[in-house]
């Protein structure tokens, strides 16, 4: 594909340009519906990314991607999730707002359902932050939950391109490994939304750790170590008491330049992604019924008419979609 704009001209969330599902009607949405059916939901955080970097850049950098790529392909973006799940060591930073796990997946769990009984039943949940562990574990409650056809993806965005976001002495284009507000995120901020990024206020840290290296994981999971981040607690101090800065690395060393080969790459990938998804299963058609589901087939039927057209609507077979708390 052709090369992308970067940075492109400021964001559509606000646009009347029928990206974004919230800015449409009805009568915009079944008219989408009837030639691309396929949702991109943006989930990032509300976080703190140091002195010169937004609070919003994680959902930020999720948006800018999805706003590209909709333009392109001709599918819809939602409005994002603003909020999301934090690991340990976040917990008590000043800017950064924590949704509790259990609250986080019953959000997602809903927006799914809502999406999907409009007629959206083809969704991509585009991850900016590190919540990569928890996106998945809602998608899969939801389709327990309901067993109908759809198709529920969690993309995590640095998984596509983990070699265009490793430093120098690992193949990639950055003087130092990739780990959170640093030199590699704020270059992708750069690319996306330089009119956010305040540069000449960023200051730099060291990061540091418990064990020598090679043993867990830094930002976005891209060296591919023997622990992910997120799967242990206590190798490494808490931001609020090691990094109060807000950033763990160098971002004063960030450019635009870094990134557009990564964006490329990604991008190109997630037009594949969608195209790929619509050429097997075009709009209005989803994987078949008797080969994903033993729900009775006369109620799937009646789900996929939905109630406006003789058909009935997803909370007939539960409200919420939420797991059911115990007493």
Known sequence: MA????PPDGGHMERPDGVYYQTMNMTEINARLKKNDLIIVPVGSTECHGAAQPLGED????????????????????????????????????????????????NLRAI??????TGFRKQIFLNGHGQEEVIPLALHQWAKKYQVPCILISLHWPT??????????????????????????????LALFPEFMKMELAVDNKPEGFL?????????????????GHE????????????????IGRPT????EKAKAGLDVLLDY?????????????????????????????????????????GTHLYTISYPPVEKVPT
């Open 212 to 228: 020598p290296a090679g043993h867990v994981d830094k930002g976005g999971e891209v060296y591919h170590s023997p622990i992910k």
């Open 59 to 106: 959902t930020f950098l999720v948006t800018r991607m999805a706003e590209q790529v909709a333009l392109k392909m001709g599918c819809t973006v939602a409005e994002p999730v603003w909020y999301g799940s934090h690991p340990y060591p976040h917990l008590g930073m000043p800017g950064t707002v924590v949704v509790p796990e259990e609250t986080f997946l019953a």
């Open 160 to 189: 596509v391109i983990h070699d265009f976001l490793k430093d120098k002495a690992h193949g990639g284009p950055f003087e130092t490994p990739f780990q959170h507000a640093d030199e590699a995120e704020a270059s992708y901020s």
């Open 270 to 310: 997630m037009c594949k992604l969608v195209d790929d998804i619509m050429t097997r299963f075009p709009a209005g058609q989803l994987p078949p019924m008797d080969k994903v589901t033993m729900r009775d087939p006369k109620e799937v039927e009646a789900l996929l008419k939905g109630p406006l057209n003789g």
């Open 253 to 256: 060393l960030a450019t635009a």
């Open 3 to 6: 090369k992308w704009k970067l």
């Open 112 to 117: 799914i359902a809502g999406f999907w009984n």
């Open 232 to 247: 242990q607690v206590g190798l490494g101090g808490a931001e609020v008491l090691v990094y109060p800065e807000g950033v």
